[in-house]
Structures are given as C-alpha cells and as structure tokens.
C-alpha cells in the first residue's frame, strides 16, 4: 500500500485534503509541492473572480471569488490558504488584472472582500483541520463562518469606500448574496465530505 493510500484510508487527525497528496522523497520536492500548492489556490481564485455577474444597485458582482478562496482555505489548510490569498491579492494589488471583472489594484469598492477572503481562508483552514469539512452539517458551519468573515470586513470597506451608510452598504454588499451563498455552501456541503470519503476508498 502506498504512502497516499495509506493517508487516505486513515487520515492522521488535523489532515486537510492537499495532505494526502504526495510530497515526494526529498526536502527539495516537498517545497515545490507546496510552492505549486500556494500557486495554485492563488490562480484558482483568480479564475473563479471572472466568473462574474453585476448586481443591479451594487457595485460589487456576484463571482466565483469568494467560493473559491474558501476552497482553497478548506483544502489546504490554514498556513497555505493564508499564503495562497495572500498572494492573491498582492499580486492584483501590484496590478494582475485577476480580481473581479478583470480588475487590479487596491481602489476599487470591493477590495474589502478581497481582505476578507485573505482571514477567511485562514480561518476555515484552521476549521478544516479540527475536521470542520469532514461531515455535511459541519461543512456548512465551516463555510458560514468564512462567509461571515468576508462580510464583516468587505461591508465595512464598501461603506467607506463609497460613503455609503452601514445599512446601506449591507443591502448592496450583504443581501443581494445571501441566496448564492446558501447554494455555494449546499455545494460544499456535499462535495468536501464526499472527497474525503473518495479518499478513504482508495485501495
């Protein structure tokens, strides 16, 4: 039996998904494994950012975004999905068009939510490896809490950013996602503990 199949069948307590991938035999290729792992959460949230549909009234869209840094978060853990949003957002800070829309830079109304994502990776990362993905209801916690995450720092910012009122900023930046985000975490609900039992039958 393999060294993966072997973590597969029984994960050791605090694993995340990307543990059960391989690290390969030596130090070198255990960094790259985690460099690719890093890179890798960053471009996929990137991807998912262009997945964009505009609110009406909002100034922020309804995007892939934040689903996917949450996945990322869940999956890699606490450590590398704080590392992978971090670079994320420096790197469309420095001027990636890979934010929403296409965008890039720290100007726009919605860069709180990148702020967000940045702590809410860490946190649900930190869920996921006290087993926070490993059962439905579970999941669902795991992902609410990185939503609530998100919100409590990306409402905020819109309503500085554009002068609009805390209630005001909740109807435009909260409301209008809350049925997304039910259906985002329905999603997870099932495909994370799901994966998780894939892995345990692997033989």
Known sequence: ?????????????????ADLLPAGGSTARARAREIALVAGGAALTGLAAQISVPVPGSPVPVTGQTFAALL????????????????????????????AEGTSGFGMPSFGYVLG?????TVVGSLARRGGDRGALRTAGTM?????????????????????????AVAAGLVPFLVGDALKAALAMGALPAAWKLAGRRD
């Open 1 to 17: 039996m393999s060294a993966l199949t072997s973590a597969a069948v029984t994960p050791r307590p605090g694993a995340v998904l």
């Open 72 to 99: 990322v978060g869940v999956g890699l853990g606490a450590r590398r999905g704080f590392l992978s949003l971090a670079l994320y957002a420096l790197a469309g800070m420095a001027g990636m068009p890979w934010f």
């Open 117 to 121: 994502m940045l702590l809410a990776a």
């Open 144 to 168: 609410a809490a990185g939503m609530a995450v998100t919100y409590a720092i990306g409402v905020p910012y819109l309503a500085l950013a554009t002068g609009m009122s805390l209630s005001e």
